[in-house]
């Protein structure tokens, strides 16, 4: 019997021979973007990323975001292998809406075209009425949208009324769990913040750090988000073991964001259960459909009077922090959190489309 396709698009930035490079290296997670190489058995999968950085499709790409905020040239360099595939299931908006204008404008009715949302119906609203009503030419394409967090679905089901909408809880590697810390963080943070979402709220935690009389407080991005000084560090982590010991030694993680849909900070808070430690979150984007608040402290959006005395509290009672990580470690393994589990979920939700739609 002939496996399904699944044809996995994502960035035209993003190269897969050098994520497989960084995965050796130690700097990746897992050996494929977005741990695609998790893929249940049952599906054969490619995995489609960048090609040369100065090459036509790379430059028609960067073009297109420019003007249409989403990536034609990508859809367009892998146009073969696309229609080869039964199911193309795309990482973001920039990538999906390429493919489906490029399918609208040539007729091309399979194969099953997925898209996962993350910023474009929160911000419908701010684009022109001529790129909305491109976006919508290339929508109606769209066979199943895919969000990480119900807020963004229900979105999605007010925008897009005629189209198939399911929320996928998300999954980060377990080899958060798996992963021996090093030794390299001395001395260890009190407290932690990790990425750079367009949606974090660097300001209320830059209040809330100050209330709180300025505790050592480590950055992990690779942008400058706030000013160094003797108590607070911004430095990138060159590989997973770094991360790890990060999480594991900091006495508190917080993910201070702003109201958005898209669960933003989930990466964190997941590697964070997977790796063990205790957390301060926003309750905002979706973020508490994946924790209670037994498991993650939520604090109200833009409040750094409540974030500083969320977080005081949990540095002042280290039996309170040891419960908060144990209750943390046993979600994500109850509520199976992983890549594996998620490409299992997306892949269930593919098979459970009608049969008309999958041209079976």
């Known amino acids: 019997m002939t496996l399904p396709h699944l044809s996995i698009l994502v960035a035209s930035e993003l190269r897969t021979e050098d994520y497989a490079s960084r995965y050796e290296a130690g700097a990746a997670p897992d050996r494929a973007p977005y741990g695609a190489n998790h893929v249940p058995g049952g ?147 009190r407290l932690l913040s990790v990425g750079n979402d367009r949606a974090r709220d660097w300001r209320t935690l830059e209040q809330a750090h100050r209330l709180l009389g300025a505790p050592s407080l480590r950055i992990a991005s690779n942008k400058k988000i706030l000013a160094d000084h003797d108590a607070v560090e911004t430095r990138a982590t060159t590989t997973v073991a770094e991360l790890v010991s990060l999480y594991r030694s900091a006495e508190v993680t917080v993910v201070s964001v702003t109201p958005n849909l898209h669960a933003s900070g989930i990466t964190t808070l997941l590697e964070l259960a997977a790796a063990g430690g205790a957390a301060v979150a926003t309750r905002a984007g979706g973020l508490d459909a994946y924790f209670s608040d037994d498991e993650v402290l939520f604090v109200p959006a833009a409040d750094p009077e409540a974030l500083a005395t969320a977080i005081s509290s949990l540095l002042d009672d280290p039996e309170e922090r040891r419960r908060r990580s144990e209750r943390l470690a046993a979600a994500f393994q109850e509520r199976q959190y992983t890549t594996a589990a998620y490409w299992r979920r997306v892949t269930e939700a593919l098979a459970e489309l009608p049969s008309r739609v999958r041209g079976a």
């Not at 066979?143 to 807020?151: G, I, K, M, Q, T």
Request: one cysteine or more; proline letters at 5%; hydrophobic letters at 45%.
């Open 43 to 189: 599906w054969h999968f490619s995995v489609l990323g960048g090609g040369d950085p100065n090459g036509f499709a790379a430059r028609l790409s960067r073009l297109s975001k420019r003007l249409l905020v989403f990536d034609v040239g990508q859809a367009l360099s892998h146009l073969r292998d696309l229609r080869r595939s039964e199911y193309v299931y795309c990482h973001s908006e920039v990538e999906y809406l390429g493919v489906g204008l490029v399918f609208r404008l040539l007729g091309i009715r399979r194969p099953v075209l997925v898209g996962q949302t993350i910023w474009l119906f929160a911000e419908w609203s701010k684009h022109p009425k001529w790129l909305q009503r491109i976006m919508r030419f290339a929508l109606a394409r769209v066979d199943l949208f895919v969000a990480n967090a119900e807020p963004n679905a229900e979105a999605g089901r007010a925008l897009v009324s005629s189209g198939r909408h399911r929320y996928v809880p998300f999954g980060v590697s377990s080899v958060f769990a798996a992963t021996s810390p090093t030794d390299d963080v001395e001395p260890a943070p």
